[in-house]
């Protein structure tokens, strides 16, 4: 397997399921199918309804709270008290403060800790590297994994990591030492991407053997196999109080999955069903911003599942980039690009306000900071940094995720 082909098409082929598998693979699916017909027609009926093209004014200001910020008068202000919102910004002033080089091979995936002191980078050289956010000095280089890492995930505490390898297995680790404290064994193919809720009980994963499990934390064991997708699973996620998980995958479908009965509780699908290469959810939970390869971000709602908001001007149609919510500042919406850039949309008005210059190759994901107007990305072959990039000019929210 390549350098690149963590996050790239085509896929490698999948080991040949038993009778016994395709069995139960069939039946989940067939259970599944009634339900993706019902979503798909419905999505189809909204479209014929609103075909103008033009967005409704309650999807845009469902857009713009997205970030989980109340609108209005202050958080804390005394009743009867209207305070002047703050300016929103408009605009932002990035630009490249650090540059980390240590990887030798595709750097896939970087993640800011929760308390904003770390970051973490994953790469198909099978290792991870621990970086300090506030300078970019190196402190550790985290060794075990016999093949190529495709993500990492921290938990609410920041203290531990978990990281997806195409050795099959997740590994848990501490911040402080560099070896695995834990290794989770269980998917039957490349493990692609990884994700704690929120208490950091439970870990996430999803694979190239078209499954989503979720494990206990502390055991290391698996208590839930969700026969989640037709195709490899490309991003899995927690919303903000971890009931609901959501998943995608190259099969064009996002799901949502109830944590604690493993039920899938909805399906979105877009009309022309490209495949879904990236999905979180919003600060708030009440959104999903989803990754596809057709050049094209989307915003979704939870609740009714239409389509909100599209963001478009980047390039990717065939690695999975990452894609993410910046609400330090302004609000904005963040992805990386197979033109060697990252891309910064105003969440509202879906204009691209800035686009950063500065990797030589496919820019796979970015990150951002928890606290700061702060944006850490990485690249692949030709480029294997992870780059730091800061705008001092806007102020910082306090708590803004």
């Given at each position: ?381 030709g480029d294997l940094t992870v780059k730091i990039w800061v705008d001092d000019t806007t102020p910082a929210v306090a708590g803004a995720q």
């Amino acid at each position: 397997m390549s350098d690149s082909d963590h996050k790239l098409q085509p896929r490698p082929s999948k080991r040949p399921r038993t009778e016994a598998e395709q069995a139960a693979a069939a039946a989940a699916m067939a259970e599944q199918e009634a339900q993706d017909q019902q979503d798909r027609s419905r999505h189809r009926r909204r479209s014929s309804k609103n075909n103008n093209g033009k967005e409704t004014q309650p999807a845009a200001a469902a857009a713009a709270a997205a970030n989980g910020s109340a609108g209005g008068a202050a958080a804390g202000a005394p009743a009867g008290v209207v305070q002047a919102a703050a300016p929103v910004p408009t605009t932002c002033n990035y630009r490249l403060k650090y540059t980390l080089i240590g990887h030798t091979k595709s750097v896939s995936s970087v993640k800011f800790s929760p308390d904003g002191k770390w970051l973490a980078s994953a790469s198909a050289d099978n290792t991870l590297r621990l970086w300090h956010a506030a300078d970019g000095r190196h402190e550790r280089t985290m060794l075990g994994h016999r093949e190529g890492i495709s993500d990492v995930a921290w938990s609410a505490d920041s203290k531990t990591l978990c990281s997806a390898s195409d050795d099959k297995t997740i590994r848990i680790w501490r911040v402080d030492s560099s070896d695995a404290v834990k290794i989770l064994r269980g998917h039957t193919n490349y493990v692609f991407c990884v994700n704690y809720n929120p208490q950091s009980n439970l870990i996430v994963s999803g694979s190239f053997d078209e499954s989503v499990r979720i494990w206990d934390a502390k055991k290391g064991k698996c208590i839930k196999v969700l026969p989640a997708h037709s195709d490899p699973v490309s991003a899995v996620c927690f919303n903000r109080d971890g009931t609901l998980i959501v998943s995608c995958s190259y099969d064009g479908l996002i799901r949502i999955w109830d944590t604690h009965s493993g039920q899938c509780l909805k399906t979105l699908v877009d009309d022309d069903n490209p495949p879904v290469s990236f999905v979180k959810f919003s600060p708030n939970g009440k959104y999903i911003l989803a990754s596809t390869l057709d050049n094209t971000l989307r915003l979704w709602s939870y609740s009714n599942g239409k389509c909100l908001k599209t963001y478009t001007g980047h390039s990717n149609s065939k690695y999975c980039c990452f894609g993410s919510f910046s609400v330090t500042g302004g609000k904005w919406i963040v992805s990386g690009s197979e033109d060697h850039c990252i891309y910064i949309w105003n969440l509202q008005t879906r204009e691209i306000v800035q686009k950063l210059v500065g990797h030589s190759d496919v820019v796979l994901s970015v990150a951002c900071h928890p606290t700061l107007n702060m944006i850490a990305s990485s690249s692949i072959d030709g480029d294997l940094t992870v780059k730091i990039w800061v705008d001092d000019t806007t102020p910082a929210v306090a708590g803004a995720q």
